[in-house]
């Protein structure tokens, strides 16, 4: 097959994530393209076995580009009937259902609200789902029947066992996968004894009664550039692209910060590399940890604070704080199902106005856009380099759906990353600086920091004087300081990338989308060519400034369909500016929204394109 997707699903405790991660890891070594995502509660740990602890992991493999982890599996593993409830949508109409048998008892499906004792027939899945009955439990306790483990350790090792069948489902060498394991259990020698047996034995059980069931074989990508590869989540990568950026730069990299799903990952990554003079501080709260980080930036830092939704919030005000002062800092919003709590292990796009507006007076930030997990690494760097480059406050968004998914990776060499040339002051103001002076032409504040001699300064949150720096309050010298601070950001268009155009040019109809639905919007267009409907796509990653060709591109178009996972946040956007620009007679704007804390399917994408055009 080109490509095959597979769902593991089951309790929290099951270990769906590390399963479904180390058969991740296991496709990209072994050449395939992929892409992830992963599916759970919000809940610490709900009850074992009801619908509520729910946890899956869902992977796209392919020989050729993914660009999606797919709209529904070729494979379903349920560890538990309440597994199979939840994911019995998510199946093909002839998909293959691997479940385990000794958890679909008269307890467990009681718990998982069933009304019948034939949970397939009740979910409409016996007439056409191959449906594959494993004893995960028995055979799992089977193969460590010698160990000194207790049961519940022995039961954790089932996820080990039901990965062993699926790399024989797929043709996976299983001496790679132990190589992972080595790493993941490197310090826990029993553990690591333990889940090599249960892998081993679960491959041989499949293959050994040869299962009634054909194999999946996906073969290496033909396609991919030479060089290393690796799968990568959307956090990791940001980690990775911050520490690139400050390497590049000549500078230390500062992280002020505070947990908070589904961010919390960038922090531990970074806090993990002091091997490469990487500083993390976990402050008492989202307020600490950003008025740390702007305490780094005038100390001469690439200076980094994360985020979600609810922290980006209290961390406005001292956001408003470093663009008043003129200071370089990279702000990473995950964002996350809202408003307050919310769902906060659920995807949304709906932290974008608070990322343009959210903050007091006329306040202008840069916001970028990551949209896949493996160029999360691409847009932290750029968000570094915007922000040292240009004196100013960088918002990168990303959000749940990059941040634990995962895509194959192509590891970059540092001599080919763009150069990061950050501001400096000239050496003739030195004895004589002012914060307030700047380049005539770019409108960017001269950066000096503390310590440097000869370039002392008072920097603050008061409006200063245009030519002294020191605090005004007259009101033209407050217009012509509010002016400079947008130019400087405005000038930042004539930096970044053009805005480009994918499929027919001449197409009537164009998808837009920005961050995060990308490779759904991508494989829908691609999807609508094939049924020979003309469409095109224009995806943004830059939103703050936008690219200088917007106006001139979308305006090709007739119609402008604006996907996006929020109530409609950058079409109004794009409508403000369109009208701004405007030269004549405007294209439509509309609208597909979702706010379900999911990603879109290609499936809707599709489905929604042809019911309107």
């Excluded at 899945?125 to 193969?143: C, D, R």
């Excluded at 027919?504 to 494989?523: C, M, P, Q, R, Y």
Aim: negative net charge.
């Amino acid at each position: 097959m080109t490509n095959v997707v597979i769902r593991f699903c089951g309790d929290s405790g099951d270990g769906m994530q590390l399963t479904g991660t180390l058969f991740s890891n296991l496709s990209a070594i072994l050449g395939n393209e992929i892409s992830s995502f992963p599916d759970f509660p919000a809940e610490i740990r709900a009850p074992q076995g009801t619908l509520g602890g729910v946890s899956a992991l869902q992977i796209n493999v392919g020989s050729e580009k993914v660009y999606t982890p797919g709209d529904k599996a070729d494979v379903l593993v349920a560890m538990n009937p309440a597994a199979l409830k939840v994911n019995a949508r998510n199946i093909k109409p002839h998909g293959v259902l691997l479940f385990d048998t000794d958890s679909f008892n008269e307890q467990d499906l009681q718990k998982a609200m069933y009304k019948t004792d034939n949970p397939f027939t009740e979910l409409g899945l016996s007439e056409t789902i191959q449906l594959v009955p494993i004893a995960f439990s028995a055979l799992t306790k089977a193969s460590l029947a010698d160990s000194s483990m207790d049961n519940k350790s022995i039961l954790r090792c089932k996820n080990m066992f039901a990965l062993g069948v699926v790399c024989w489902l797929f043709d996976r060498p299983l001496e790679k996968a132990i190589h992972f394991l080595g790493n993941k259990f490197a310090k826990k020698p029993e553990l690591l004894k333990a889940n090599t047996k249960v892998i081993t034995d679960g491959y041989n059980y499949a293959s050994n009664l040869h299962l009634n069931i054909n194999q999946f074989v996906v073969a290496q990508s033909q396609e991919l550039p030479h060089g290393s590869y690796t799968s990568i989540a959307g956090n990791k990568a940001a980690a990775f692209g911050l520490i690139a950026a400050a390497e590049k730069a000549g500078k230390k990299l500062f992280l002020g910060s505070y947990p908070i799903t589904p961010a919390t990952d960038i922090m531990q990554e970074l806090a993990a590399r002091k091997d490469v003079g990487v500083m993390v501080v976990q402050a008492e709260d989202e307020i600490s940890g950003v008025c740390l980080a702007i305490g780094a930036s005038f100390g001469g830092d690439l200076a980094v604070t994360s985020t979600s939704g609810p922290g980006l919030s209290l961390k406005s005000e001292a956001i408003g704080l470093a663009v008043m002062a003129e200071l370089p800092l990279v702000v990473i919003d995950v964002q996350r199902g809202g408003p307050s709590t919310g769902m906060p292990t659920k995807t949304e796009q709906t932290d974008l106005q608070q990322a343009l507006y959210g903050r007091s007076g006329e306040c202008p930030c840069v916001v970028i856009a990551a949209s896949t997990p493996d160029n999360c690494f691409d847009y932290a760097y750029q968000a570094a380099k915007i922000a040292l480059e240009n004196m100013t406050p960088v918002i990168m968004l990303s959000d749940t759906y990059l941040a634990n998914g995962t895509s194959l990776w192509k590891l970059p060499k540092l001599s080919e990353l763009p150069e990061i040339q950050p501001q400096s002051v000239p050496q003739e103001l030195k004895n004589h600086y002012n914060p307030a002076l700047r380049d005539p032409q770019t409108c960017i504040r001269y950066g000096a920091f503390a310590g440097m001699e000869g370039y002392e300064h008072r920097n603050m949150g008061l409006e200063r004087d245009n030519q002294t720096g020191a605090i005004s309050t007259n009101p033209q010298n407050h217009a012509q300081m509010v002016a400079n601070r947008q130019n400087k950001v405005n000038q930042i268009a004539n930096k970044i990338p053009q805005l480009e155009i994918q499929g027919d040019a001449n197409a009537d109809v164009v998808l837009v989308g920005w961050g995060s639905t990308e490779g759904h919007l991508k494989a829908a267009q691609q999807e609508l060519h094939k049924q020979g409907k003309s469409v095109a796509l224009v995806h943004f990653n830059y939103i703050q400034p936008l690219p200088s060709n917007t106006y001139k591109v979308l305006t090709k178009f007739k119609n402008i369909v604006v996907c996006e996972l929020n109530s409609g946040q950058f079409a109004n956007y794009l409508r403000n500016y369109l009208y701004e620009h405007s030269q004549g007679n405007l294209p439509q704007v509309c609208q597909y929204n979702k706010v379900e804390g999911q990603p879109f399917t290609v499936g809707e994408i599709v489905d929604f394109i042809n019911s309107k055009f």
